[in-house]
């Protein structure tokens, strides 16, 4: 099955700075990958998702971009601020029909005032 | 639109109880739900998936007998934690993928179980 790692666990960054997170992911076949941010005791909140034939995909602050050779994506948010703060997951999953979603093991991102 | 709603949000119980958690997909058709369990500071680790109309599919090691999981309708999953003990204590969350729709899955808000 699918295996996804992700690196830093935990990122402490100064407001207004650069926050990167990586993933890698097993599976070839994967397709389609999203990333989440969880507040404590609240849900995952879809905050952006790429697709295997994109390569790179931007929504304000936010940006993804996906190696699809290598097996890896990124997540990258600019200009941080202290609302940032959260626990951060990349997933990955086949496109067909039902299959299940495996998530990274998240990053606790801190962002310093 | 999209939204997953669970119930309860959290409950209490004592040791050897059963407690049941309901999904459900309020404004949208999902043949397939998913449960997961997140404990503190950790990853969401799916339980299982449910498919409207037939079984559950199990992960490993998830006890299928103490797990039940019903999917009787395209807006309702439920998933009954039987004769609980305190190391079920967890965050239980569902998920749901719009019938018509492509990869995404909504997340319910949850729900907080603690066993006594």
């Known amino acids: 099955g699918e295996n996804v790692e992700q690196h830093p666990s935990t990122l402490s960054v100064q407001e207004g700075d650069s926050a990167v997170i990586k993933c890698t992911y097993s599976?070839?076949?994967?397709?389609?990958f999203p990333w989440y941010k969880q507040e404590l005791g609240k849900r995952p909140q879809l905050i952006i998702d790429i697709r295997s034939n994109v390569g790179e995909k931007k929504d304000q602050r936010i940006a993804v971009t996906l190696n699809k050779t290598a097996k890896h994506f990124s997540l990258h948010i600019t200009e941080t601020q202290p609302e940032d703060s959260a626990v951060y997951f990349c997933?990955?999953?086949?496109?067909?029909?039902?299959?299940?979603?495996?998530f990274g093991g998240g990053t606790r991102v801190l962002v310093k005032p | 639109g999209a939204v997953v709603s669970q119930h309860p949000s959290w409950v209490i119980c004592k040791s050897g109880t059963s407690v049941k958690i309901e999904c459900r997909s309020l404004?949208?058709?999902?043949?397939?739900m998913f449960w997961y369990r997140q404990f503190p500071k950790q990853s969401l680790m799916l339980m299982a998936t449910?498919?409207?109309?037939?079984?559950?599919?199990?992960e490993q090691g998830v006890e299928k007998d103490k797990f039940l999981i019903n999917h009787a309708s395209l807006t309702l999953s439920t998933l009954t934690v039987t004769s609980a003990h305190p190391e079920d204590s967890s965050f239980y969350i569902c998920?749901?993928?719009?019938?018509?729709?492509?990869?995404?899955?909504?997340f319910g808000p949850g729900t907080r179980l603690t066993v006594l």
């Open positions: 997933a990955a999953i086949r496109g067909t029909a039902g299959n299940k979603l495996t």
């Open positions: 998920s749901a993928r719009d019938r018509d729709g492509d990869n995404e899955q909504f």
């Open positions: 404004d949208f058709q999902a043949t397939t």
């Open positions: 449910s498919n409207e109309g037939s079984k559950a599919t199990y």
């Open positions: 599976d070839s076949a994967s397709n389609y």
